[in-house]
């Protein structure tokens, strides 16, 4: 996927302006490609206009202008989108207040290395990004890359039945991929 450049960035002012409109673009975008996985995992699959959308927001929140410190934003969020055949996403493991959060962490720890996105006879595993689980606990938000082949590109395109996985030995789900998710994945692989 290609990357974002300040270019790519509004100054905030004009963002202002323009926020309530690219906002309710972003969320229904959002829709299209979040998934959830059993009761308490989501995964969203990222892109360049969901990224640039996190860059606008935290340019706006922090009061960020100083092009310097918009790039340093560019940059964190431009590891997230992942170079070549593949597609970046966002796992998230979602809690309530009354969850015993220590207890689900721990159980839960190792998740991010058991998702697969599987269509036709195709398996495509997440890498996900280090650091982020321990054996006593895992994070809530994991950053997950699914790298492609023109061979898997091409079935994902031609398939008819799609799903996102997840294989951990306390948390085993299978989701179909709506057409419409699959559809604008196979966008972004297309423009790569």
Known sequence: MKPLTLSDIMDIRDYERARDHIRRQVIALKKVRRVGIGPRVSVVFENRETMKFQIQEMCRIEHIVDPALVQQEIDVYNDLLPEGLAIGATLLIELVQQDD????LKELSG???????TFGDQKVHAEAELGRSTEEKTS???YLTFRFTPA???ALAETDRAELVTTHPAYSYRTPLAPTTVASLVADLLES
């Open 101 to 104: 959060m220590p207890a689900i």
């Open 152 to 154: 898997q590109r091409q």
């Open 140 to 142: 809530t938000v994991h």
């Open 111 to 117: 998740l991010e290395e058991t998702v697969w996105l």
